[in-house]
């Protein structure tokens, strides 16, 4: 059964500050691996999807990175704002054969991240 | 383009009441899914759709019904409400038919009270 880990579990920090998020999990027989965003009270906006082929995904500000041999990604955020609060989840997309990805994701329980004014 | 829509966005329920949580999406997505999201358990797998006709277990099925008659509309019944379906609910959807680079789509969630 898939296991996934965020670290931290909280971060506050003053804007500006360049940021690595991390995630790891337990079955590297993973397709992708997917990064959300959360709003209180909001659903799960789609940031990044890493494709298996691929080791890093870039979109603006944001670099997300895949080794899944070690079984870990990182999401970098770079010059932090205070509109970047929010939670952010990682999502392995799982492995099988029989079925393409993404019907059956197993999240972590995220980073809630702050940026200070 | 609505994407993945979810009605009603908030309900309050007696226990021992049923209801159906709509998820409907039009995006032509084969897959479908249901998750809950409780504090400091994450968001859990209820149940999952690969196709219009076929639907599958997640994690935590029990207590829950969906089924899956058109590629559009994938509802989720509740069948006798108990406190402990108190959660958020999200329905998710996409696409099939390729190996990789499916990106997944979430509606807004929708907030359950089981009273």
């Known amino acids: 059964k898939q296991e996934v880990t965020q670290i931290p579990a909280a971060l506050s920090v003053p804007e500006g500050e360049n940021l690595v998020l991390n995630c790891s999990f337990t079955?590297?027989?993973?397709?992708?691996l997917q990064w959300f965003r959360q709003d209180p009270g909001k659903g799960l906006t789609s940031l990044l999807l890493?494709?298996?082929?691929?080791r890093e995904q870039t979109s603006g500000r944001l670099n997300a990175s895949l080794d899944k041999s070690s079984g870990r990604s990182t999401l970098y955020i770079a010059a932090s704002q205070p509109g970047d609060s929010a939670t952010y989840l990682c999502?392995?997309?799982?492995?099988?054969?029989?079925?393409?990805?993404?019907?059956?994701?197993?999240f972590g329980e995220g980073t809630q991240l702050t940026v200070n004014p | 383009n609505a994407g993945v829509t979810q009605t009603p966005k908030f309900q309050v329920l007696k226990t021992g009441q049923s209801m159906t949580l709509q998820c409907a999406q039009d995006?032509?997505?084969?897959?479908m899914s249901w998750y809950r999201q409780d504090p400091g358990m994450g968001l859990r797998l209820i149940h999952y759709?690969?196709?219009?006709?076929?639907?599958d277990q997640g994690e935590v099925p029990n207590g829950y019904n969906v089924s899956r008659s058109t590629t559009e509309d994938f509802p989720l019944r509740l069948l006798s409400a108990a406190p402990s379906q108190t959660s958020v609910y999200f329905c998710?959807?996409?696409?099939?038919?390729?190996?990789?680079?499916?990106?997944?789509?979430f509606g807004e969630g929708s907030w359950l009270t089981v009273v």
């Open positions: 998710a959807s996409s696409y099939s038919g390729s190996l990789s680079g499916n990106t997944i789509y």
């Open positions: 890493i494709q298996s082929s691929q």
């Open positions: 995006m032509n997505h084969e897959y």
């Open positions: 079955d590297s027989a993973i397709y992708n």
């Open positions: 759709s690969v196709g219009a006709g076929i639907t």
């Open positions: 999502a392995p997309h799982p492995f099988n054969p029989k079925e393409t990805s993404g019907s059956r994701l197993t």
